[in-house]
């Protein structure tokens, strides 16, 4: 376990922040060699320390944090344009984001098939800027008017508005109103490389 999840639940458990000077008294060690160390697995006699000093069974309120979280798979070289279309070269899972089984539910997410990507280019703008995380349920595949998708259309990933037009016609809408929307009929096309991944639940940014 890193020090960075320590005081997190630390702070969690006894309701005030935990400053990395008081985890340095814990550990025995100098404040600036605690920050060091922030981001390196401790040792099992390190976590035994702190859980001495401060009186909390780290271990346990780990786990319950575990049993209260969902782990979301992180495609981290995985971009969906905005703009003119991105080919996705490399689709492993580079990290997972935990989040609350409340959030989960909230958001209506398939636990197992739901996966966080990242956006590029501005034509979602301004409901969603480059950079944006995304977090895609796979399993919404069906088309409802006016939601965002994540959609393959010619081997590359786009994040678009989708819009159904009887028979079988689709609208794909960019919120950026320089680019403009086009169609879709697969009655005239109907091998036409285009598939729904999946619909774009939450999307969030770092401030700046």
Known sequence: MKLTNIVAILTGRLAKNISYAELAKALGVSRQYANQIKNKELTEKQITDIESYFGVNIKEQHELVQD???NIPVRGEVVASMGYGVT???EQQTAAYSISKKLVDDLGLSKNKTEMIFAQGDS???TIE??????????????YD???YCIRIDGQLYVKRLQKIPPKTIRI??????YRCFEIDFEKNPNYDFQVIGEVRWWGRVAR
């Open 173 to 178: 809408v960019s919120d950026n109103d320089k």
């Open 124 to 126: 979602m703008m301004p």
């Open 130 to 143: 480059g950079g944006d995380s995304l977090l895609v349920d796979l399993s919404r595949t069906d088309i």
């Open 146 to 148: 006016g939601k965002i």
């Open 68 to 70: 209260e979280c969902v």
């Open 88 to 90: 996705v070269y490399n």
